[in-house]
Structures are given as C-alpha cells and as structure tokens.
C-alpha cells in the first residue's frame, strides 16, 4: 500500500504543478498532451483506496462509508480536502464558462473554436493558449482531488496496518 501512497502523493504535487502552470498562463503543458497520462493514473490509487476500505467492513450505506473512509484524517487535513474538493468545483464551472463557445483546436493550420464539431470563429493565439490552459485547468483541478483523497488514505488511515 505503500506504493498507492507515494503514487497518489507524487500525483498530487504533479497535478498541483501543472495546475498553478495553468492559472499563471504558462502554455508549456497546454501545447502537449503528455499530461493526460495523469487521467489514467488517477485511477490506480483512488480505486485501490476504494478496495482496500471496503475489506473487512460492512457499512450500512455510503455516508456511513465516508464517514468511517476519512474518520482517521488529522482535521487540518481534513480541511484540506474539503477546500481543494470545493475549489475543484468552482475551477471547474469557471473553466466550463470560459469554454462555454466551444473547444479550441488547430484546423487545417488554422486556430479555430469548434462547438461539437461545428465551426465557430477563429482564434487568436492568445485567445487559443488561454482556452487550451482552460480546459487543461478543469482536468487538473479534478486531478488534486483523486490524488489528494487516496494520499491522505494511506497515510492517516491505512498507514500500513492493512494487507
């Protein structure tokens, strides 16, 4: 479990890196999408946290489960939690604002704003980076939160007495 551990803690700090990148304008990781390794991997800690909870436990329904799933975390941590899950909701529906024409893509050379697939108008490259980092922000702030839950898991709940 050790190793959910460090993958989820080395997400976060990742995901926390490429997420301040966004917001201070830096194009570096809007321009390539290596980053979107980072959605598959979220799933590897979070799924294995929801796994490991689950044994040996017969919790009655889902509250009395995340109850019990965050009951050890230390409450500056807890804190923690909380604000990145609800700063993660609010970057994500001001990102979805800013994306609300459409998607930003390159077109034949050409930087344009796609709405499903339909032409919108075309783009300035500032206007193309800044919706690129929108979008790129949206994911990353979702990321914070699947890395961060499963970190603080194993380490203030699981802490190496299970399996």
């Known amino acids: 479990m050790i190793v959910l551990y460090y993958l989820a803690a080395s997400g976060f700090v990742v ?14 990781f809007a321009e390539h999408n290596a980053t979107f ?14 796994i490991h909870s689950r044994e040996g436990t017969s919790t009655a329904g889902k509250t009395a489960y995340f109850k019990d799933l965050l009951k050890g975390i230390p409450k500056p941590m807890k804190a923690l939690a909380i604000g990145v899950f609800i700063y993660a909701g609010i970057n994500f529906m001001y990102s979805v604002t800013l994306l609300s024409e459409g998607s930003p893509v390159i077109q034949d050379g ?4 796609l709405d499903h697939g339909r032409y919108v108008r075309e783009l300035s490259e500032s206007e193309f980076f800044e919706l690129k980092r929108a979008g790129l922000r949206a994911f990353s702030g979702h990321w914070l939160v699947f890395f961060l839950v499963p970190a603080l898991y194993f380490r203030y709940i699981n802490n190496g ?3």
């Open 15 to 28: 995901a926390l890196f490429i997420h301040l990148l966004t917001v201070l304008g830096v194009n570096y």
């Open 37 to 50: 390794v980072l959605h598959f991997l979220i799933f590897i800690p979070f799924i294995g946290m929801i």
């Open 110 to 113: 050409n930087l344009v704003l």
């Open 161 to 163: 007495t299970k399996g």
